[in-house]
Structures are given as C-alpha cells and as structure tokens.
C-alpha cells in the first residue's frame, strides 16, 4: 500500500529551472532511501539522486552533480528534486522509487534496491 506520486513536471527553456515533488504514502520518509530516476526512449533509466534524510545523506549521478539538488520534507513527507541549468538532454519521464532500506550506499543507483515507484511526471527542456 506504498504509494509514491510525483508532481511538477512541465516544458521549460534550456537554462531554465524546475522542481519536482515526490509524495510519499504508506512509509516515512526518514526510514528508508528514495532516489529519483528518469528514463527516455533511447537511453532507457538512469539514477538521478537519491537521499536518506535520517543519515543526512545524498548520492547525484555526475550528470547531476552541482546542477540538481535532493531534499526531503519530514513534515510533508515529501522528497523534492530542483533542477537548475537544465539542458535538452534532461528531457525524460522523473520517477521517484523507494528503496527496501535506509542505507544503499554506493549501490544507490542499482535497482534492485528499490521495491515501489511513481508513475513519473514529464519533463521537457526545449526552446
């Protein structure tokens, strides 16, 4: 009965910034992972960020790194993903997933840690 549903996808300009919102039912968001994936049709999924809010802890994908930014709300047990300079190539479906535990460590991006997932929100960079 985990459900996951994510919001705030939408066109945007190259260079331009968007936020999206993953809202988390049937689990906390403290006691496990979450990590945002996305998929297009040629490249298939890919792992974005993941964060564990308990741990203070974040992975980004090298794609990501210093233009994407992971953070959790406790009280709106909601994880959010900003990203900022957004290029055509980050044009995919944004999933959240919750993975089966707190701790993934370096393994973040495998999805075999992950057992439920949203139904994604579009994302498209063009001019």
């Known amino acids: 009965q985990v459900q996951l549903v994510e919001s705030g996808g939408g066109l945007v300009q190259p260079g331009g910034s968007l936020t999206l919102s993953c809202t988390i039912s049937g689990a906390t968001l403290e006691d496990y992972a979450f990590t945002w994936f996305r998929r297009t049709p040629g490249k298939g999924r890919e792992a974005v960020s993941c964060i564990s809010v308990a741990d203070n802890l974040s992975w980004y994908a090298n794609f990501a790194s210093g233009r994407f930014s992971i953070s959790g709300d406790k009280a709106k047990n909601t994880v959010y993903l900003r990203m900022s300079s957004l290029k055509p190539e980050d044009t995919a479906v944004y999933y959240c997933?919750?993975?089966?535990?707190?701790?993934?460590?370096?393994?973040?991006?495998?999805?075999?840690?992950?057992?439920?997932w949203g139904q994604g929100t579009q994302v498209t960079v063009s001019s």
């Open positions: 997933a919750k993975a089966r535990f707190r701790d993934v460590a370096g393994a973040w991006h495998v999805e075999g840690w992950y057992d439920y």
